[in-house]
């Protein structure tokens, strides 16, 4: 089955129907007919139907007494479609089928079906090596999952949209992904219990030399303690400013209990400090302390002179992780909007699925702007919008990028309406409109809304509380489409007003006064 699903799933057999035939006729909803008997030894194992271009070639062999490299030939000629070839092997078919006593008209039938499917067909050598794989990887990320989040994660690590996918896939499931600790980390992600540790080698700017001098002294002489005690022990040279000023802004330098923003105002002076404990030892200058097993490590701590600072802002924290990461580790700036994006955005990693031209919106943030003058003067954008899942580039035309350049060029959380680019390789998003997402609930919005469906248990459910969901509804307008569904205790359920043509905002204030008013209601957008 794994074998057949590789061959079959692919855009050419998935547009020709074949795929429903083969599942029609797998599930016995459609009979399975073979044109001549000798066909059912080639095809049966498949219901019938042509999907492997080796069930091609031996029934070039079998029926019309091709040698395989004949049957090669075919194949090449079938595959593409080159139609002066195809004449000639139609003749040469025919003959061959006539030789071995086939009738001609269903000859002329088969090898119509053969040219039909063999434009589809894959190679079954190649699709059962890559369901061996399917089936081995299947069985790791069933019995090791976490293992397997860290191993797909160190495969796409320059990959920042596929190691976004994979980590909110580990959020979904439950796997912890902490952020990089020059205490913990490796230079591979690692797996500890059932969490993931950030790989040192995905931070910008710190190359393998750096990290393998970080990890040789940990391994020496243990775990880092301070800053200092880091800085000093470590080789400046291959550890420089830039590599610990990305190692303070992802985090990595957590473990000192000190703010981000603190260790960055520390930096100079410390690096100073730390240079001459260096030069110390060099010199062969030591403490008292030291001669009784101090080791390498400084054991008086020089003044640091640096003032003290406030903790950067919780955007400046996140703009500096997707500085040095790629993207947003401990939150995102969409994380306060989930009801929004639930109800109005589709999520970007979705977008490949859905066709050319479709109408769309998506919930993200601005992280890239390139402007540009049209011809006749006026400014045009393409912008990068990121998402939780992914992100994908927009056009913004003259027309609409003069109503909306403030925005753009703000750090606000967007909605952005549009019609899908499928034509090159990439999706794009041409921008039709762009509101800030705090808008989004607002009655007066274009926006297409999900629905809202209110399960509310009927156990304890009065006409009150009904007048009360009903003004509750009333006093938070939307157009959000609301569905009453009552719940009865054998989990059977009735469906009530529909017809009302109620219509809601069901952000999380109004979901919380809703579950407050209904015990054991839940709310679900759909």
């Known amino acids: 089955d794994m074998v057949a699903a590789v061959a079959l799933y692919r855009p050419g057999p998935l ?32 219901y019938g139907v042509m999907v492997y271009q080796e069930q091609v070639m031996e029934i070039a062999k079998v029926l019309a007494g091709y040698t395989p490299g004949d049957a090669d030939v075919l194949r090449k000629a079938m595959g593409k479609k080159s139609a002066e070839e195809m004449v000639i092997q139609r003749n040469k078919f025919l003959e061959g089928a006539k030789k071995n006593k086939i009738d001609q008209k269903k000859a002329e039938k088969i090898y119509d079906l053969m040219a039909k499917f063999a434009g589809y067909g894959f190679n079954k050598s190649h699709s059962a090596a890559y369901a061996l794989i399917s089936f081995q990887t299947a069985y790791l990320k069933a019995h090791y999952n976490v293992e397997f989040m860290a191993a797909l994660l160190g495969s796409d690590m320059g990959n920042t949209d596929q190691v976004v996918k994979y980590i909110n896939e580990c959020k979904d499931t439950g796997i912890a992904v902490d952020p990089p600790d020059v205490n913990e980390s ?95 030892k060099e010199a062969g200058q030591s403490s008292l302390f030291d001669a009784f097993g101090g080791g390498s490590k400084p054991s008086a701590s020089p003044s640091i002179n640096a003032p003290r600072v406030s903790e950067w802002s919780d955007k400046e924290l996140l703009s500096y992780e997707k500085e040095t990461l790629g993207f947003y580790l401990s939150s995102h700036p969409l994380a306060g909007h989930k009801r929004e994006l639930d109800l109005y955005a589709v999520h970007i990693e979705s977008l490949v699925e859905k066709n050319n031209e479709d109408e769309v919106t998506i919930g993200g943030v601005i992280t890239a702007v390139k402007e540009i003058m049209t011809k006749k003067g006026d400014r045009m954008a393409f912008v990068t919008i990121e998402d939780l899942t992914g992100s ?19 750090d606000h959380a967007l909605l952005v309406s549009g019609k899908l680019d499928k034509e090159e390789e990439a999706v794009k998003l041409i921008a039709s409109d762009i509101i800030p997402i705090e808008e989004a609930g607002t009655a007066d919005n274009k926006l297409k809304a999900r629905n809202t469906h209110i399960h509310a248990p009927v156990e304890g459910l009065t006409g009150e509380k009904l007048t009360e969901l009903k003004k509750i509804i009333q006093e938070n307008p939307g157009n959000s489409q609301v569905i009453l569904r009552l719940v009865y205790p054998d989990n059977g359920s009735v469906i009530i007003g529909v017809n009302d043509g109620l219509r809601m905002s069901p952000l999380e204030p109004v979901v919380t006064r809703i579950k407050e008013l209904i015990d054991g209601a839940e709310i679900e957008i759909i």
């Open 392 to 410: 994908v580039e927009a056009v913004i035309f003259s027309d609409l990028y003069k109503k909306v350049r403030d925005l753009v060029t703000s």
């Open 15 to 46: 547009q020709s129907g074949m795929v429903d035939d083969f599942i029609n006729r797998k599930h016995k909803r459609t009979p399975i007919v073979y044109e001549v008997p000798q066909l059912k030894g080639i095809l049966e194992n498949t």
């Open 186 to 280: 490796s230079m591979e992600f690692m797996v500890s219990g059932n969490r993931i540790r950030f790989a040192l080698a995905a931070v910008k700017n710190v190359g393998g030399s750096a990290i393998q001098e970080i990890l040789a002294e940990r391994e020496k002489d243990g775990k880092f303690t301070s800053l200092l005690e880091f800085l000093s022990r470590i080789d400046s040279r291959k550890v420089n400013k830039k590599v610990i000023e990305s190692l303070i802004k992802c985090g990595a330098l957590d473990f000192t209990k000190e703010k981000r923003a603190q260790l960055m105002a520390e930096l100079d002076p410390t690096m100073e400090a730390a240079q001459s404990l260096q030069r110390d």
